[in-house]
């Protein structure tokens, strides 16, 4: 393995900060009476966490509260309407409302649509009549599967389309305790060739864990990848250098690798300052040594990496440090999706000004996408014909394999910012419209 001079943040032991400790954050760091209420308020509907390796390498104190990083990981004003932030700051201040705040939290929780795309509707599995809550099948040769030891992160992001998971409430969470009910769901299901680990953060498990659900599934002959989706790498690439069980974590990758099978490491990269780091750079060189495939991905978000320059820098240090630019996704209706949309029309910008200026081996980087009900919608881009202007569409993937690939239009509107905002043009083949129609 490579060598590395640590130091004491490198050999430190991982020691999560939420909203308990957020007074001691912002004495640490100088945080404004206003910036420390909001954190208060926001992260008693929103979760909050966050790390040392976080605080003191990647957020720019200087820039508060704009700095990208730190919209990324701290609750911001804006996120929950006025309404409901002067709600909470009365009841949480007055004595003898805790029942009541407790309800308003659920009341704001269930505005937040907690399960966006039809997740929990549409792509839990059932097995024996019995609902597979630690699984998704959306699409035909991939299965996203849940540990319940991996249901947390090192570091929360504030966009997280997966918040849900992550606020104690057990009817909004997927979570596996073993990987028994996915073995024996995948022997009768030979079309599902990859497993996608998932979360929350798998690599928040010690290894020993981590181990347990991945190598029964080397025993299903079937399977040929397995995908871990990880933000690791930019909030905690310790797990991968420096931590007590990191070499043993790449034996383990060794060994999946070493069946014959692809071990696709799916990394969460949401800003070009998280692959500045000698950490996260040794992370990534470690991880390919053992013969992994690195992805990587994020969703465009406004005041954090809504602009092409940030995008264009971001997929030439993924290419340096050796990872394979993957998707810019759109960000999903759901949680504080009102602060952090982008328009479809600008996104499509974005993505062609930065996309252009890119070296070919990078351009393998596909967006804006939709991960929506339907499937993986791409916005292609924008066609002015004498009809007027078109967005063009195609599905990259869909829950209907025979929809994949399909192309199509739809009227260009500034301001929509997701499918179900849009209308499709006449042209679209009925079935394609169906679905969209019915599942946007």
Known sequence: MPSLAVNLLETARFRAH????????????????????????????????????????????SRIPDDPIFQLVFPQSGMLTPADEQ???????????????????????????PHPSGQRELNVPAQDGVDLRGMQHKYRETVLYFPSQGQTCHAYCT??????????????????????????????????????????????????????????????????????????????????????DADDVLRLFEEVVATGRNLAVMAHFSHPRE?????????????????????????????????AATWYELWRAEMAAGVVPYYMFVERDTGPYDYFKVPLARAAEIFQEAYRRLPGLARTVRGPVMSATPGKVVVDGVESTPEGRFFQLRMLQARDPNLVGRPFRAHHSDTAAWLDELKLHESTPPDLATAIAGLG
């Open 87 to 113: 709600r909470l700051s009365e009841l949480s201040a007055g004595p003898g409302t805790k029942a009541e705040l407790g309800a308003l939290v659920q009341q704001i929780r269930g505005r937040l649509n």
């Open 275 to 307: 692959l500045t780091t000698d950490l996260a750079r040794e992370a990534l060189s470690r991880i390919r040594s053992t013969g992994a495939l690195v992805y990587g991905q994020a969703p465009l978000i406004a005041r954090v990496n809504d602009d």
């Open 159 to 244: 966009y997280c389309f997966r918040w849900a998971q992550f606020v104690g409430d057990a009817d909004l969470r997927f979570a596996a305790p073993t990987p028994d009910r996915l073995i024996d769901y995948l022997g009768e299901h030979p079309d599902v060739t990859d497993v996608l680990v998932t979360g929350g953060d798998p690599m928040v498990m010690s290894t020993e864990r981590l181990r347990r659900h991945i190598e029964p599934l080397l025993a299903v002959d079937t399977l040929q990848t397995v995908r871990i989706g990880t933000k690791s790498v930019g909030y905690w690439p310790q797990r991968f250098v420096t931590d007590q």
């Open 18 to 61: 939420g909203p308990r400790q957020s007074d001691e954050i912002a004495d640490r760091y100088g945080l404004s009476a206003e910036v420390r209420e909001t954190v208060r308020l926001v992260s008693m509907v929103l979760p909050f966490r966050v790390n040392d390796y976080v605080l003191q390498e990647l957020i720019d104190w």
